[in-house]
């Protein structure tokens, strides 16, 4: 009875353009005591269907703010509230009120709502995700991305909303210099089904995913990962300069970075990873060098027990200062063993072995030698066996 008579008053004062009635009227039957839940929920409905029917800017934001403050606090209208809340971001960002539109859309909880269905909850999440990066509100974003579980774009139809998701990802974990973790983005981005059957979109999104990989600080995952990127994905070889790339550091040898400049520099500086225009590409060109010189250093410790400090100069085009720099990170990193002699200008690669560890080859190389001796003997006592027979 309530709900249909709270509907008709609504109707008739939005049906005739008396929005200043409609506000009051709608703000009274919400006061009124012991009021129906059912009833509320019914009448701020149908109130929000003239949201969009409103003459003009000013009238449709009191309108909004006037059911915004009928619904604050009620659990059975949150669904409502947190959409009308998005009605008013809208129109602030329309205005360019970003800081104003990001503080109102954080006040929703909407995390916490059980009447709103997952989709909706995730999208309004993300809106929330997406006012923080215009806002550069990095901390906040990341905080907020932490409310949606990544499971939830396994269920079917959720793809634009992954994309979404992993897109505002690759913003903040740039900004933050996180080369693995955009690396994994893209790779989530590549393995969604829109991306994976166009032809016209993978190769960029796999190419971005091979670049930022190669761009990571050397470790037991980013290594894993560019071995697993070469051996399983077929279609890195479509790609012929990333599939160049990656061979050359899964490969231990030498990679001079001149010749790196002058095979992938043509090609990858129009990329927006290291585009010659903006200070980030440059900035991340100059980290691709400093991995390419990171490789060098293992490969030249792997093969190495000893070298001249100037050898080491030739082996990596670099001055001997920026040589003994590079050691000493990757020294620190813990990816290689060495010890520089200034006076000597040697640098040390073998590792010294304690006693204990001596002792260990020592049993092991004998145990060895027993091994072999024990396996000779029985081969010539099969010998003898045979040769009696015979």
Same mark, same amino acid.
Not at 78 to 87: F, G, K
Not at 94 to 123: F, H, N, P
């Given at each position: 009875?309530?709900?249909?008579?709270?509907?008709?008053?609504?109707?008739?004062?939005?049906?005739?353009?008396?929005?200043?009635?409609?506000?009051?009227?709608?703000?009274?039957?919400?006061?009124?005591?012991?009021?129906?839940?059912?009833?509320?929920?019914?009448?701020?409905?149908?109130?929000?269907?003239?949201?969009?029917?409103?003459?003009?800017?000013?009238?449709?934001?009191?309108?909004?703010?006037?059911?915004?403050?009928?619904?604050?606090?009620?659990?059975?209208?949150?669904?409502?509230?947190?959409?009308?809340?998005?009605?008013?971001?809208?129109?602030?960002?329309?205005?360019?009120?970003?800081?104003?539109?990001?503080?109102?859309?954080?006040?929703?909880?909407?995390?916490?709502?059980?009447?709103?269905?997952?989709?909706?909850?995730?999208?309004?999440?993300?809106?929330?995700?997406?006012?923080?990066?215009?806002?550069?509100?990095?901390?906040?974003?990341?905080?907020?991305?932490?409310?949606?579980?990544?499971?939830?774009?396994?269920?079917?139809?959720?793809?634009?909303?992954?994309?979404?998701?992993?897109?505002?990802?690759?913003?903040?974990?740039?900004?933050?210099?996180?080369?693995?973790?955009?690396?994994?983005?893209?790779?989530?981005?590549?393995?969604?089904?829109?991306?994976?059957?166009?032809?016209?979109?993978?190769?960029?999104?796999?190419?971005?995913?091979?670049?930022?990989?190669? /761009?990571?600080?050397?470790?037991?995952?980013? $290594?894993?990962? =560019?071995?697993? %990127?070469? *051996?399983?994905? +077929?279609?890195?070889? @479509?790609?012929?300069?990333?599939?160049?790339?990656?061979?050359?550091?899964?490969?231990?040898?030498?990679?001079?970075?001149?010749?790196?400049?002058?095979?992938?520099?043509?090609?990858?500086?129009?990329?927006?990873?290291?585009?010659?225009?903006?200070?980030?590409?440059?900035?991340?060109?100059?980290?691709?060098?400093?991995?390419?010189?990171?490789?060098?250093?293992?490969?030249?410790?792997?093969?190495?027990?000893?070298?001249?400090?100037?050898?080491?100069?030739?082996?990596?085009?670099?001055?001997?200062?920026?040589?003994?720099?590079?050691?000493?990170?990757?020294?620190?990193?813990?990816?290689?063993?060495?010890?520089?002699?200034?006076?000597?200008?040697?640098?040390?690669?073998?590792?010294?072995?304690?006693?204990?560890?001596? /002792?260990?080859?020592?049993?092991?190389?004998? $145990?060895?030698? =027993?091994?072999? %001796?024990? *396996?000779?003997? +029985?081969?010539?006592? @099969?010998?003898?066996?045979?040769?009696?027979?015979?």
């Amino acid at each position: 009875g309530s709900s249909q008579l709270f509907v008709r008053i609504v109707s008739v004062c939005g049906g005739s353009g008396s929005w200043a009635l409609l506000e009051q009227d709608v703000a009274a039957m919400a006061k009124k005591h012991g009021q129906l839940k059912q009833a509320i929920a019914k009448m701020v409905q149908s109130a929000m269907e003239y949201v969009d029917k409103t003459p003009d800017e000013q009238t449709r934001v009191e309108l909004i703010e006037a059911l915004r403050t009928v619904t604050e606090g009620k659990i059975h209208v949150e669904v409502e509230r947190a959409r009308l809340t998005r009605m008013r971001v809208a129109i602030y960002e329309l205005k360019g009120q970003i800081k104003e539109a990001c503080e109102t859309l954080q006040e929703v909880q909407v995390e916490t709502y059980g009447s709103m269905d997952k989709r909706e909850k995730t999208d309004f999440i993300l809106e929330q995700m997406r006012l923080c990066l215009a806002k550069r509100d990095y901390i906040r974003l990341a905080i907020i991305s932490h409310k949606i579980n990544p499971k939830f774009f396994q269920t079917d139809g959720t793809e634009d909303l992954k994309l979404r998701f992993y897109e505002l990802m690759i913003q903040y974990d740039l900004h933050e210099e996180n080369y693995l973790e955009v690396c994994r983005h893209y790779k989530q981005v590549y393995e969604t089904n829109v991306i994976k059957d166009d032809t016209a979109k993978w190769p960029a999104v796999l190419q971005n995913m091979v670049l930022y990989l190669v /761009l990571s600080p050397y470790g037991n995952e980013q $290594s894993d990962m =560019l071995h697993r %990127v070469q *051996k399983e994905d +077929h279609n890195l070889e @479509k790609l012929e300069l990333c599939a160049q790339l990656v061979k050359g550091f899964t490969t231990m040898e030498l990679t001079r970075w001149p010749a790196v400049e002058s095979i992938y520099g043509g090609e990858f500086r129009k990329t927006d990873v290291f585009s010659a225009q903006t200070e980030d590409g440059n900035k991340r060109w100059l980290a691709l060098r400093d991995r390419v010189i990171e490789h060098n250093i293992r490969v030249i410790a792997k093969y190495y027990t000893r070298a001249s400090t100037q050898r080491l100069t030739e082996l990596l085009d670099l001055p001997s200062d920026d040589v003994e720099r590079f050691l000493s990170k990757a020294v620190v990193d813990g990816t290689i063993y060495a010890r520089i002699d200034r006076p000597a200008g040697v640098v040390n690669f073998a590792k010294p072995s304690d006693s204990e560890e001596q /002792l260990n080859g020592w049993a092991s190389d004998v $145990s060895k030698l =027993l091994g072999l %001796v024990e *396996k000779t003997t +029985h081969l010539i006592a @099969k010998e003898e066996i045979v040769n009696k027979i015979a």
